[in-house]
């Protein structure tokens, strides 16, 4: 198989996960044994000795030690003399991230022997990868499966492309054939995953690095990156580049060299760790070095490496409000503070913009929401909204003096269409009578303004609230709204 | 599941009625029971069903909750109406009062002047009702005032429905006249109301005049514009 476009693929020095890919869209396994040649199999305690060497981390996000994460797989299954499943969480829900769908489509293999690796070690009864649904990367992993005839043993798992999605125990409900939505309890995965079974799950780069690592060993491993955060990571540049791509950079590299590499203007700032995730001053940007410590330093974060340069033409708070609207949306519903702290704190960001509301309005809503959730859906939004405030503190006071920056709002923060709802609701001014309806019918998606008439979401309307529009269309007492479809 | 128990319930019903004595005499008088009132009752519900019409728009007493939840009422009511009228029809066709056509169309086959007015009342309602039901295509057409100019000739229905509840059938005891009179002064009423609040929507609704001094401009329009030293990458031309 052979993807018709494949994200692009850069590196900062000598390349390790993308070795290869210079050259070809995909790494079919003939070649991709040319650069990677097959590991010998290791037992649990070098697998373990090997990652603590090197301290490799989770690479999803949460950073957390994966030598810790096996070693608390392995000590359950002995304990309870249970089988093993191995996870490979590839689902990605974060819009703005490319790398674990970068790996799958262009060196599956890699992360297939990631998983072997650790599958081998701990006598794992299956390999289950998830993937996003109907994405190339489910078609080009299943190849990836066949071509090595890994059918019986591998399974791949289309899982719905949310946001939330990418949460572990999200990931262990969907490929348990539940909703994939977070877990309200059930503990950890190491001692309770798939079926009941300890669980090991990683992210896909977790498992192309373990690949990695065993290939060059500890010590080649670490010939590369900053004191204490060895080897590389993969990061998605996006936002204002000119060129984006997946680069691959060893730590310690300044961030200024990998946005230059992508032709990235930073503007008004970049937001790093993704959509729960913090954004950098330009200051920090310029100076700040590629690592989680560093990062972490200047209050940013590296999370699942995602790297979101705004450049300056579009208004900074205008894209804070389209993220934050899109994250509210995102909730699973499951948890109330979540389900409707977010789109209070959506609007109220959305009223600072206007110039109508008041910052501290936005933070007490933010109070009343984070860490009242079963996943870190609202700690993350409420993080992103709260440093979106601080870095652009100027543009903020603007706003609030002037209703306006006077910038665009270009859309430089990508956020998925919405299942292709392209649907929109107009009024027919001439016939509105500002009874009001609509805004009751549809509270998500209409307000009133002062005059009592109706002001309607600048978005198509999401599908899920498609029901409540067309309700709202033939309930209007004036006949003045109709729904629109460009199709 | 609720489809299968109403199925079972209608089944074991009709085994009663046909198989026992008493269940036949229920049906019997059930079936007395609505010849002799489905029309008042589909009367009643449509009448009701047109003074929340009425009332559906009305701002000044009612909130925007109450009048979502009145037009669901009205919308309601008026399937009740329906129901009973259709009963009501099919029930005089049944006892040979009318013939099938002349339910539908009005004074065919010999039936009196009272029963065509009937038949020219459901037609009408018929059409209401459809309207009704399609209001939102109606929204989304280019002419969503067809819906208002079709849905509104129950107005007419109405008093030719009146015709036909006193003079088609039996002689009306006191206390029906009664309530026909109330259905009346109630629906005057609910529409005097509308007519009031809408006229007065109208006088509202001039223009507002706007004084302009000398004296206004203080700010230049170009402060919304304003440049700030540290974006020049923005593009400004």
């Not at chain 2, 009701?48 to 939840?69: C, K, P």
Request: include cysteine; hydrophobic fraction near 45%.
């Amino acid at each position: 198989m052979i993807p018709y476009r494949v994200p692009d693929v850069r590196s900062v020095g000598e390349p390790r996960l993308t070795a290869g890919l210079d050259r070809v869209r995909r790494l079919d396994y003939a070649a991709h044994r040319d650069v990677h040649p097959e590991a010998a199999s290791h037992d649990v305690e070098t697998l373990i000795s090997l990652a603590e060497a090197v301290d490799l981390r989770g690479r999803g996000g949460a950073a957390f030690p994966f030598a810790r994460k096996l070693g608390a797989v392995a000590r359950t299954a002995r304990s309870k003399k249970a089988e093993v499943v191995v996870v490979v969480n590839a689902t990605e829900g974060e819009p703005a991230s490319a790398k674990d769908k970068m790996l799958l489509l262009r060196t599956p293999h890699l992360v297939l022997d990631g998983a072997m690796l650790a599958a081998d070690a701990l006598d794992a009864v299956e390999i289950v990868i998830g993937v996003a649904e109907g994405h190339v990367a489910e078609q080009s992993m299943l190849a990836a499966v066949e071509e090595r005839g890994l059918g019986e043993y591998v399974r791949v798992v289309g899982l719905p492309e949310k946001f939330v999605t990418g949460e572990g125990g999200s990931v262990v409900n969907g490929v348990s054939g539940r909703d994939a939505v977070p877990r309200g309890r059930g503990g950890r995965t190491s001692d309770s995953g798939v079926r009941g079974l300890p669980t090991l799950l990683s992210n896909a780069e977790t498992y192309a690095q373990l690949a990695v690592l065993t290939g060059l060993g500890a010590t080649g491993y670490a010939e590369l990156g900053a004191p204490g955060e060895a080897g590389t990571v993969l990061l998605t540049v996006g936002g204002s580049s000119m060129r984006p791509a997946v680069v691959e950079t060893p730590t310690g590299v300044p961030l200024a060299a990998v946005l230059d590499l992508c032709g990235a203007a930073v503007g008004d700032g970049v937001l790093v760790g993704g959509y729960h995730g913090r954004w950098l001053t330009p200051v920090d940007a310029a100076s700040v070095p590629v690592s989680r410590k560093s990062l972490a330093d200047v209050g940013g974060v590296l999370g699942a490496g995602i790297v979101l340069p705004l450049g300056g033409e579009s208004c900074p708070l205008g894209e804070a409000v389209r993220v934050t609207s899109y994250l509210a949306e995102q909730s699973s519903g499951q948890c109330g503070p979540c389900r409707l702290g977010l789109p209070d704190i959506a609007h109220l960001l959305k009223d600072v913009a206007d110039g109508s509301g008041t910052v501290e309005a936005v933070r007490w809503a933010v109070v009343g929401t984070r860490g009242r959730g079963a996943c870190s859906h609202p700690d993350g939004t409420s993080r992103f909204v709260l440093s979106a405030l601080d870095t652009f503190a100027d543009d903020v006071a603007e706003h609030l003096r002037e209703g306006t920056c006077g910038r665009p709002v270009y859309g430089i923060l990508p956020i998925p269409a919405d299942e292709g709802s392209q649907v929109r609701l107009l009024v027919d001014w001439t016939r509105c009578q500002g009874h009001g309806l609509c805004s009751k019918i549809l509270t998500d998606h209409v307000n009133l303004d002062a005059h009592g008439y109706p002001v309607i979401a600048d978005s198509p309307v999401p599908t899920s609230l498609r029901a409540q529009a067309q309700r709202a269309v033939e309930m209007c007492p004036a006949l003045a709204l109709r729904l629109d479809d460009p199709k | 599941m609720v489809s299968l128990v109403v199925v079972a319930g209608t089944v074991t019903m009709a085994m009663l009625a046909l198989t026992t004595g008493w269940g036949a005499a229920a049906v019997a008088s059930a079936r007395g029971f609505l010849d002799f009132y489905s029309g008042v009752f589909a009367l009643l519900g449509l009448t009701g069903t047109v003074i929340l019409g009425v009332v559906t728009t009305e701002r000044t007493l009612l909130s925007i909750d109450h009048r979502i939840l009145s037009q669901r009422v009205h919308r309601a009511t008026a399937l009740a109406g329906m129901g009973f009228l259709v009963t009501h029809v099919a029930l005089k066709i049944d006892s040979g009062l009318v013939g099938a056509a002349g339910a539908i169309i009005p004074f065919a086959g010999g039936a009196g002047l009272f029963v065509g007015l009937g038949a020219i009342a459901g037609d009408i309602m018929l059409l209401v009702l459809l309207t009704g039901l399609l209001r939102g295509k109606f929204a989304q057409s280019a002419r969503p005032w067809m819906w208002r100019a079709l849905h509104d000739s129950a107005y007419l229905a109405w008093p030719v429905s009146i015709l036909h509840g006193l003079f088609s059938g039996r002689p009306p005891a006191t206390w029906v006249v009664w309530s026909y009179v109330l259905a009346l002064v109630g629906v005057g009423v609910a529409l005097s109301f509308r007519l009031a609040a809408t006229s007065k929507a109208r006088e509202t609704a001039v223009t507002p005049k706007v004084e302009v001094t000398e004296k206004a401009a203080a700010e230049p329009l170009a402060r919304v514009y304003n440049l700030r030293s540290n974006t020049e990458t923005r593009r400004t031309g």
